[in-house]
């Protein structure tokens, strides 16, 4: 058995809205290195761009599936096909595009990996990677098993996996189709996003109210542009916290807190919240 690579490192540097003190990072490259990296309490990271991370950083291990569960480049136009966990989601996309497979489209834009995209049921108005998956294999519970898609309960920006779950991999079925029908759907989620800043951000940062845009109701209540130290709401789209420099998590939740009573809507976070929040 390979022993994991074990490094500190701030998680700042590990998620893409740059922000997160220290952790004990964990690569992992084989199954059987995982009965003991969760032998002591731990995460799993995924590309890190749902993540507020505390400016503390955070006790437990923290799990990151390396190379190995890389398939992207295995990935050549199957219609159904299993693929590692860390593999990136947009290099997918591109590629079903190219072999004329649909049902990605959805998900153009998603900057996650294959397991983040699934534990969050990512997508757009246009498709979630829900609609594509058919099984995971999960290291649960002390050993490898298998489910189907339907047991994860996946729904708008959620999903169910068992308590500790990782995913290590996912089956996926596409829909044939032609490059050029699946470029024009991508052409729509495309310009869909056109308003999204391109900063260090982690996408929006509070899931929509019902029937509702929370981004919208940020900007009608003229917050856009609003700024605690280097977090700022962006000014293209007002769901977007973007860090301007060196943005601390206390600066990014004391903006949210500000959105939030300025609002006056309930806002629930979609991002997910790591370690203890900075006082
Ligand atoms: P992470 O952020 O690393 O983790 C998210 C959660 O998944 C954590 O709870 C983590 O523990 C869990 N997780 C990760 N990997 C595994 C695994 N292998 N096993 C078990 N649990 C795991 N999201 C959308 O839905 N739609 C969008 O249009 C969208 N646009 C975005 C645009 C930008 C510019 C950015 C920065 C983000 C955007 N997001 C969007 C948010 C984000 O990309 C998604 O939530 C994505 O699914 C997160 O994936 P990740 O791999 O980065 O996971
Ligand atoms: N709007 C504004 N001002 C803004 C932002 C939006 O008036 O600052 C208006 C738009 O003009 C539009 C409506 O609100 O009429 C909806 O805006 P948009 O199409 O940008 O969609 P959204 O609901 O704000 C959702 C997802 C995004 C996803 C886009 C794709 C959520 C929380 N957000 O945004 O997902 O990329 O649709 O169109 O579901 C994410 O989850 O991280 C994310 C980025």
């Known amino acids: 058995m390979s022993k994991p690579d074990v490094t500190v490192r701030p998680l700042a540097e590990l998620t893409t809205l740059r922000v997160g003190g220290p952790a004990e ?119 490898v098993v298998r489910l189907p898609a339907s047991d994860l309960q996946l729904a708008y920006r959620t999903s169910h996996l068992p308590e500790g779950a990782v995913i290590l991999r996912a089956r996926l079925r596409l829909q044939p189709s032609t490059p050029e029908r699946v470029a024009a759907a991508m052409a729509q989620v495309d310009a869909a996003r056109r308003g999204q800043p391109k900063a260090a951000t982690a996408g929006c940062a509070f899931k929509n109210p019902p029937e509702d845009s929370a981004g919208r109701l940020i900007d009608q209540a003229g917050l856009k542009g609003l700024r605690v130290g280097d977090a700022m709401i962006s000014h293209e789209h007002g769901n977007f916290v973007v860090n301007m420099g060196h943005a601390t998590e206390r600066d990014v939740r004391e903006l949210l807190d500000r959105v939030r009573t300025t609002v006056g809507v309930p806002l629930e976070m979609e991002w997910r919240a790591w370690g203890n929040a900075t006082q």
Do not use: C, H
């Open 25 to 143: 990072i964990w690569t992992m490259e084989s199954d059987d290195q995982f009965p003991e990296a969760t032998s002591a309490p731990y995460r799993v990271l995924g590309n890190g761009s749902n993540l507020l991370v505390s400016d503390t950083g955070v006790d437990e291990r923290v799990l990151k599936l390396g190379r190995s569960y890389d398939d992207g480049r295995q990935f050549g136009g199957q219609a159904d096909v299993w693929l590692g966990a860390a593999t990136p989601l947009p290099g997918l996309v591109r590629r079903a595009k190219e072999a004329g497979l649909s049902g990605l489209e959805g998900t153009l834009g998603v900057p996650a990996v294959l397991g983040g995209a699934i534990a969050m049921n990512a997508g757009t108005r246009f498709g979630e990677i829900g609609d594509v998956l058919e099984e995971v294999e999960l290291f649960t519970g002390g050993e």
